[in-house]
Nanobody, 125 residues
Framework: QVQLVESGGGLVQAGGSLRLSCAASGRTLSFDTIGWFRQAPGKEREFVAAISWSRSSTSYADSVKGRFTISRDSAKNTVYLHMDSLTPEDTAVYYC??????????????????WGQGTQVTVSS
Protein backbone atom coordinates (compact mmCIF):
# COMPACT_ATOMS: atom_id res chain seq x y z
CA GLN A 1 0.00 0.00 0.00
CA VAL A 2 0.95 3.65 -0.35
CA GLN A 3 1.06 6.17 2.46
CA LEU A 4 1.22 9.91 1.86
CA VAL A 5 2.19 12.48 4.49
CA GLU A 6 1.98 16.24 3.91
CA SER A 7 4.04 18.80 5.77
CA GLY A 8 5.12 22.41 5.49
CA GLY A 9 1.87 24.20 6.13
CA GLY A 10 1.58 27.13 8.47
CA LEU A 11 0.82 30.81 8.81
CA VAL A 12 2.31 33.25 6.33
CA GLN A 13 1.75 36.89 5.44
CA ALA A 14 0.22 37.89 2.13
CA GLY A 15 2.90 38.02 -0.52
CA GLY A 16 4.97 35.42 1.25
CA SER A 17 5.96 31.89 0.32
CA LEU A 18 5.65 28.37 1.61
CA ARG A 19 6.89 25.00 0.44
CA LEU A 20 4.67 22.00 1.04
CA SER A 21 6.03 18.47 0.98
CA CYS A 22 4.32 15.19 0.21
CA ALA A 23 6.35 12.18 1.30
CA ALA A 24 5.33 8.83 -0.14
CA SER A 25 6.11 5.47 1.40
CA GLY A 26 5.17 1.87 0.76
CA ARG A 27 4.66 0.63 -2.78
CA THR A 28 5.60 3.93 -4.35
CA LEU A 29 6.11 2.45 -7.82
CA SER A 30 2.42 1.64 -7.97
CA PHE A 31 1.43 5.24 -8.77
CA ASP A 32 2.19 7.51 -11.69
CA THR A 33 0.89 10.92 -10.64
CA ILE A 34 0.97 12.96 -7.45
CA GLY A 35 -1.55 15.76 -7.27
CA TRP A 36 -2.22 18.59 -4.87
CA PHE A 37 -5.75 19.61 -3.95
CA ARG A 38 -7.05 22.19 -1.51
CA GLN A 39 -10.26 22.79 0.36
CA ALA A 40 -11.26 26.05 1.99
CA PRO A 41 -14.07 26.31 4.56
CA GLY A 42 -17.43 26.02 2.85
CA LYS A 43 -15.80 25.26 -0.50
CA GLU A 44 -15.51 22.15 -2.61
CA ARG A 45 -12.15 20.44 -2.83
CA GLU A 46 -10.34 21.76 -5.89
CA PHE A 47 -7.39 20.74 -7.99
CA VAL A 48 -4.19 22.75 -7.57
CA ALA A 49 -1.34 21.01 -9.40
CA ALA A 50 0.01 17.60 -10.33
CA ILE A 51 3.17 15.96 -11.62
CA SER A 52 3.52 12.75 -13.62
CA TRP A 53 6.50 10.40 -13.26
CA SER A 54 6.04 8.61 -16.57
CA ARG A 55 5.68 11.74 -18.67
CA SER A 56 7.71 14.17 -16.52
CA SER A 57 4.89 16.61 -17.08
CA THR A 58 3.05 19.03 -14.81
CA SER A 59 -0.37 20.60 -14.68
CA TYR A 60 -1.68 23.63 -12.81
CA ALA A 61 -5.02 25.17 -12.03
CA ASP A 62 -5.49 28.57 -13.61
CA SER A 63 -5.81 30.17 -10.18
CA VAL A 64 -2.24 29.23 -9.20
CA LYS A 65 -0.45 29.18 -12.55
CA GLY A 66 2.62 31.39 -12.43
CA ARG A 67 2.67 31.44 -8.62
CA PHE A 68 2.93 27.77 -7.62
CA THR A 69 5.51 25.26 -8.80
CA ILE A 70 5.31 21.50 -8.35
CA SER A 71 8.51 19.46 -8.32
CA ARG A 72 9.84 16.12 -7.15
CA ASP A 73 12.83 14.53 -5.46
CA SER A 74 12.83 10.94 -6.65
CA ALA A 75 15.54 9.86 -4.19
CA LYS A 76 13.33 10.94 -1.29
CA ASN A 77 10.03 9.85 -2.85
CA THR A 78 8.82 13.36 -2.16
CA VAL A 79 6.83 15.88 -4.16
CA TYR A 80 6.96 19.57 -3.34
CA LEU A 81 4.58 22.44 -3.93
CA HIS A 82 6.37 25.80 -3.92
CA MET A 83 3.86 28.54 -3.25
CA ASP A 84 4.80 32.14 -4.01
CA SER A 85 2.89 35.43 -3.88
CA LEU A 86 0.35 33.96 -1.51
CA THR A 87 -2.96 35.70 -0.90
CA PRO A 88 -5.68 35.13 1.70
CA GLU A 89 -7.66 33.34 -1.01
CA ASP A 90 -5.03 30.60 -0.89
CA THR A 91 -6.00 29.76 2.69
CA ALA A 92 -7.12 26.13 2.77
CA VAL A 93 -6.22 22.64 3.84
CA TYR A 94 -3.88 21.24 1.21
CA TYR A 95 -3.90 17.55 0.39
CA CYS A 96 -1.63 15.42 -1.73
CA UNK A 97 -3.00 12.42 -3.57
CA UNK A 98 -1.67 9.58 -5.72
CA UNK A 99 -3.17 8.35 -8.97
CA UNK A 100 -2.13 4.82 -9.93
CA UNK A 101 -3.39 5.13 -13.50
CA UNK A 102 -1.03 5.87 -16.37
CA UNK A 103 -1.96 8.50 -18.90
CA UNK A 104 -2.81 12.15 -18.93
CA UNK A 105 -2.81 14.02 -15.65
CA UNK A 106 -6.32 14.14 -14.22
CA UNK A 107 -7.76 17.00 -12.21
CA UNK A 108 -10.75 15.41 -10.46
CA UNK A 109 -10.40 14.18 -6.90
CA UNK A 110 -12.30 10.98 -7.71
CA UNK A 111 -9.47 10.00 -10.06
CA UNK A 112 -6.97 9.64 -7.20
CA UNK A 113 -6.54 6.48 -5.16
CA UNK A 114 -4.52 7.49 -2.08
CA TRP A 115 -4.75 10.61 0.05
CA GLY A 116 -2.79 12.26 2.81
CA GLN A 117 -4.29 13.82 5.92
CA GLY A 118 -3.77 17.39 4.75
CA THR A 119 -1.80 20.37 5.99
CA GLN A 120 -3.26 23.76 6.87
CA VAL A 121 -2.10 26.85 5.00
CA THR A 122 -3.26 30.20 6.37
CA VAL A 123 -2.41 33.47 4.64
CA SER A 124 -2.95 36.65 6.64
CA SER A 125 -3.66 40.09 5.22
Amino acid sequence: QVQLVESGGGLVQAGGSLRLSCAASGRTLSFDTIGWFRQAPGKEREFVAAISWSRSSTSYADSVKGRFTISRDSAKNTVYLHMDSLTPEDTAVYYCAADVSFGNIRSTSRSYDYWGQGTQVTVSS
